[in-house]
């Protein structure tokens, strides 16, 4: 049985270096529709006995299954490797604004099961932890008697977040300053949690299974229901000293700009926030604007995070003020990603909001406000494409915060089997 919890240094122990070169086996079935033994053990360097050995406990762990004879040009046709997406499954946590989403997840980050439980931002948060953590360890113990195991937890949520420590370091959102999440949490599911800033998860969810697959070094912007960024160097998730790195919400784009409730002028968060685009359009709507009248009216069933859908789409149609809305986000969002492109020197940006059609629209459009911008300082051109995963991403985002603690320690290491 292999031991999945790397936290503490055990450097030279054989086990450790087994479950290493396991890991790093399993990782190129993982990558690979089917693969064979000798492939994997091209890929790896390991040796074929380790190979067969490796592979014979991944069999018997349910991590791999047996596809039958592939093609083979000369000698016997190899028998074919698959990964079992389903062999574990991965708790989710999903902190809203107003509720939280728990559930669970397969190793694919297929979603299993989801459940919704009402958020009182005015409990402490230890009792809402708890009540959390004992609500999702009904759910995995309810898998687990039918005999699914459960890898590990993950925990998005908004606001400033230490993902070694698993401290919540502050979130406006929840009113939470220093809360221990992980700790809280472990005492409750009984296995490893690891928590994160929601987009951060988000940025990770497209690393794993969206539009940033084999990309080492990206950023993700999110805009619309929320605004912020994560960040991705060198694989790995990039949270700055206090876990807040990414808050670009609130960076200054007008110095001449409206004050933000932040206290500055011109922040970001004023022009591509779906929040604020709409208390743009009341004040407009108090003044005797029609159109704005009308946009609010057209809005008015729709949920957060899907509004904006309703103002990019008017914008195609020729409306007027909703075009200026839109030009607007895409110039300032446009000013900001270019000054992040310069600092960090990222492969792709990807724009992570719920609307689909926003993501791939305002793309567009923003590439070229960005390109000129950028031509004098990057050699090549930096592309700007929407996220893949859509409104669950968050979901899927804290799934991969289990995948990648876990994939992340693997090297390969000499071990005699």
């Not at 195991?149 to 949520?157: C, F, L, M, T, Y």
């Not at 220093?178 to 988000?202: F, G, S, T």
């Not at 206290?263 to 604007?289: H, Q, T």
């Not at 492969?347 to 305002?362: G, H, M, Y």
Request: charged fraction near 25%; charge should be negative; hydrophobic fraction near 40%.
């Amino acid at each position: 049985m292999m031991n999945w919890n790397y936290d503490v240094n055990t450097r030279g122990n054989v086990q450790l270096s087994k479950d290493l070169n396991t890991l790093s086996v399993l990782n190129a079935i993982r990558n690979s529709s089917s693969i064979s033994r000798s492939d994997v053990a091209r890929i790896t360097g390991l040796t074929t006995p380790t190979i067969s050995n490796l592979v014979s406990d991944l069999i018997k762990e349910g991590f791999v299954i047996e596809m039958g004879p592939g093609e083979s040009s000369v000698g016997r046709r190899p028998i074919m490797l698959e990964f079992n997406k389903d062999a574990r499954y991965i708790g989710v946590i999903d902190f809203g604004r107003s509720n939280v989403i728990i559930g669970l997840t397969n190793l694919a980050g297929e979603i299993i099961t989801l459940r919704e439980l009402d958020l009182d931002k005015e409990a402490k948060p230890e009792i809402t932890l708890e009540r959390i953590g004992n609500e999702l360890k009904n759910l995995i113990d309810e898998y687990e008697q039918n005999g699914i195991k459960v890898w590990g937890v993950g925990v998005a949520i908004s606001g400033g977040v230490n993902g070694k420590t698993g401290v919540c370091i502050e979130s406006y959102v929840l009113k939470w300053t220093n809360v221990p999440v992980r700790q809280i949490l472990e005492a409750k599911v009984q296995c490893p949690v690891y928590v994160a800033n929601n987009i951060r998860c988000m940025a990770l969810g497209e690393k794993w299974f969206g539009a940033a697959r084999d990309e080492e070094n990206f950023l993700a912007i999110r805009f619309g229901r929320g605004v912020g960024s994560g960040i991705i160097i060198n694989g790995e998730l990039f949270e700055g000293v206090r876990g807040v790195a990414g808050e670009i919400g609130h960076v200054t784009v007008e110095p001449n700009g409206p004050e933000c409730y932040c206290g500055n002028k011109g922040c970001l968060e004023y022009y591509i926030s779906e929040g604020s685009i709409f208390e743009r359009l009341e004040k407009l709507m108090e003044e005797g604007d029609k159109n704005a009248e009308r946009l609010l009216q057209e809005s008015k069933d729709k949920p957060r995070g899907k509004k904006l859908g309703l103002i990019a789409r008017s914008a195609e149609e020729g409306d007027e003020l909703s075009r200026l809305i839109i030009d607007d986000l895409v110039h300032y969002l446009g000013l900001a990603i270019a000054n992040l492109v310069k600092a960090f020197n990222p492969s792709i940006v990807i724009l992570l909001t719920e609307d689909k059609f926003v993501r791939e629209s305002v793309s567009r459009e923003i590439q070229a406000v960005v390109d000129p911008l950028l031509e004098p300082i990057v050699s090549s051109r930096v592309n700007i494409v929407p996220g893949l995963l859509g409104s669950e991403n968050e979901i899927i985002g804290a799934s991969t915060l289990v995948l990648d603690n876990v994939f992340k320690t693997i090297r390969i290491v000499p071990v005699r089997i």
